[in-house]
């Protein structure tokens, strides 16, 4: 299976997903008008390595700042990890963030909140 | 037609303390190279990270909101025109509004909305929030999660203000003002 990878845009983040270390990396801002297409990609492939490996898989993410949709997207891709957690598979979100901004420990937190899987908010460095 | 007084108008500009100002069709890649330009300008403001991610959320929702509207009462590009305040406000706050113009009912009901959303407390507000994560996602392409108002009320520093003004032929002109 192939890794994916996103370039930067203005309002989307980087995505690099490796399949081999199972390690999905999102860095950047996501505003796109669209959300849910940008997501769509994003979510497709967690689906494909969650169906087609046995291994872990960890969501690493350097976002600042997402539009409610992106939000939304986002919770999407949670609900299928918890999904998946419920059913003994491994996997974990690690947030990183810049002690500067704490409008993004406030988002990390509340995202945190509906999750039972392994779920890190630390500091970036 | 006389002549537009230019010092005039920055005169007003300068009395509202406008950092940024917009009035006409907004595309996707103007709200994203306005929200450059403010995010530029907050910075050299030396606007603390947290508020400036505020006042770029709430303008970022605004801004999408129109044009999703727009989309949704399927309005032509030209139609599709938003008016946009970013102002210094008191004491370090700044002042966001935004405005278009809209069906005269659905001006109502926005109006409506807003009432409601402006006695909610903040932790009335997050509930609010989570509740409407959960909702269903919007079936037809490109429409927002709903979320967009609640947003923006969470960030705001006092309840929002709206206000709409009947401008004939069914429509009005729908204005939003958030103080972050």
């Known amino acids: 299976m192939d890794s994916l990878n996103i370039v930067a845009t203005q309002s989307t983040p980087s995505v690099i997903a490796d399949w081999d270390s199972g390690v999905i990396s ?21 689906e494909s390595y969650l169906a087609n490996t046995e291994r872990p898989l960890t969501l690493e993410l350097r976002i600042v700042y997402m539009n409610t949709s992106s939000v939304k997207a986002m919770m999407d891709i949670f609900d299928l990890f918890e999904e998946q957690h419920g059913k003994g598979r491994q996997v974990s979100v690690r947030w990183l963030y810049d002690a500067r901004n704490e409008r993004v420990v406030e988002m990390a937190e509340e995202f945190k909140e509906d999750c039972t899987f392994p779920f890190e908010i630390r500091v970036d460095g | 037609m006389d002549p537009i007084d230019l010092f005039d108008l ?101 109006l409506q909305r807003i009432e409601e959303l402006s006695r909610l407390d903040k932790a009335e507000l997050k509930a609010a ?34 206000m709409l003004t009947d401008v004939g032929g069914g429509r009005g002109f729908f204005s939003l003002c958030a103080i972050v």
């Open chain 2, 129 to 162: 929030y989570k509740a409407q994560l959960r909702a269903p996602r919007p079936s037809e392409p490109g429409a927002g999660a709903g979320l967009g108002l609640i947003e923006i009320a969470r960030r705001a520093a006092q309840p929002l203000r709206a």
């Open chain 1, 26 to 46: 999102m860095a950047g801002d996501s505003y796109p008008e669209n959300s849910f297409e940008f997501f769509d990609q994003v979510f497709g492939w967690i």
């Open chain 2, 10 to 110: 920055r005169a007003l500009f300068e009395r509202h303390r406008i950092l940024v100002c917009f009035n006409g069709p907004i595309s996707r890649g103007l709200i994203e190279e306005i929200g450059n330009a403010l995010r530029n300008y907050l910075d050299a403001e030396q606007t603390k990270p947290g508020a400036a991610t505020d006042v770029f959320s709430i303008y970022i929702e605004l801004t999408q909101n129109i044009r999703r509207y727009a989309a949704s009462r399927g309005y032509s590009d030209a139609e599709t025109a938003a008016t946009v305040v970013v102002a210094r406000h008191d004491d370090g706050h700044y002042m966001v509004l935004a405005g278009n113009l809209v069906e005269q009912d659905d001006g109502a009901v926005l």
